[in-house]
């Protein structure tokens, strides 16, 4: 062995001097308990391992400081709207009282007492709705969702409910449009509405019906879609053709109407019985109508192709 690597007598006397510290110093100082050592890659795993927790919690109290403030506001605005729709509910109720207690006595028309009625069913179920929505803000701590795809929430399918309330709140207005239409029957035979008024009339029934069978199918849509049956998209796409559907029938009944009302005005402005003016109004009201049904009629064409 080479000369320099020999250690001489200093260098071994002070070695022993060191571990005879060090010796003394683990024994004042070790712990009552049983020591857990590891190794120095262990500990550097497990610093990295609370760094990132501590990382992904801050994110975690990020997100959920950042959407609060959304939730909020979301509950205060339909608690808002609970609070007006239980006003305009009681309202409605005592107009619809007030009005069975007048027709009880000959003081108004028959028939005005079912449509104020009417009109207090619609306003119950529109606070329902209301009430719906609040239950759904409150679950997902967002804005109520109405696509066919949406997710249920807490096991509960609010989309379908939704729908179910909207189907009856159709049917009431049916209710009332044919009250309407049979009073408007009976001054069409004393000659106090004319033939138009009555097509008029008849074409608003049946696109309510229209309306009615549009949510049946997506009641229908929504059960598919949550058996598995049918994907997002092909949900969506069958949802728009049936909304496309019903745009092109409400549009098309439209224009039959405004054309025969131009044919009759037309014969009045040929006799001086109306003027220029009221006849390009009426003739601008009909080319808003056929560009809405061509524009449903593209719709449904487009979608009819991505099915």
């Known amino acids: 062995m080479s000369e320099n690597f020999v250690p001489d007598d200093r ?8 571990l005879a510290s060090e010796y003394r110093r683990k ?33 975690k109290a990020a997100e959920y400081f950042k959407d609060s403030w959304r939730k909020k506001i979301e509950i205060a605005r339909v608690e808002t709207e609970v609070r007006l729709k239980e006003a305009r509910r009681e309202s409605a109720r005592q107009s619809a009282a007030r009005a069975a207690e007048m027709a009880a006595v ?60 909207m189907k009856k709140e159709a049917e009431l ?24 008024e009555m097509k008029a009339i008849e074409a608003e029934t049946a696109v309510q019906k229209a309306a009615i069978l549009r949510i049946e199918k997506r ?29 092109l029938a409400a549009a098309a009944a439209k224009v039959d109407v405004l054309r025969e009302r131009m044919k009759h005005q037309e014969s009045l402005e040929a006799v001086g019985m109306a003027s220029p003016e009221e006849t390009q109004a009426l003739k601008t009201t009909l080319d808003s109508a056929l560009d809405e049904q061509k524009l449903a009629a593209l719709e449904l064409d487009v979608l009819k192709k991505a099915k």
């Not at 020591?35 to 990132?52: C, E, P, Q």
């Open 219 to 247: 009641l229908d849509l929504r059960k598919r879609f949550l058996s598995g049956r049918l994907t997002a998209q092909a949900a969506e796409i069958e949802d728009r053709l049936t909304a496309a559907e019903e745009n």
């Open 106 to 165: 000959g003081m108004i028309q028959g028939g005005e007492d079912r449509a104020m009625e009417l009109a207090a069913e619609k306003a119950g179920l529109s606070l329902d709705e209301s009430l719906l929505n609040r239950d759904e803000v409150r679950a997902a701590g967002a804005s109520p969702r109405d696509e066919i795809y949406a997710p249920t929430v807490g096991g509960r399918d609010f989309v379908a409910e939704r729908l179910a309330i």
């Open 27 to 59: 024994k004042l100082l070790r712990p009552a308990g049983r020591n857990i050592t590891i190794s120095r890659r262990m500990a550097a795993a497990l610093l990295v391992a609370g760094f990132f927790m501590t990382g992904v919690t801050a994110i």
């Open 11 to 18: 260098f071994v006397e002070r070695l022993e001097w060191q």
């Open 173 to 196: 207005e049916m209710a009332a449009r044919e009250v309407r239409r049979d009073r408007k029957r009976q001054s069409y035979r004393l000659g106090l509405v004319s033939a138009d």
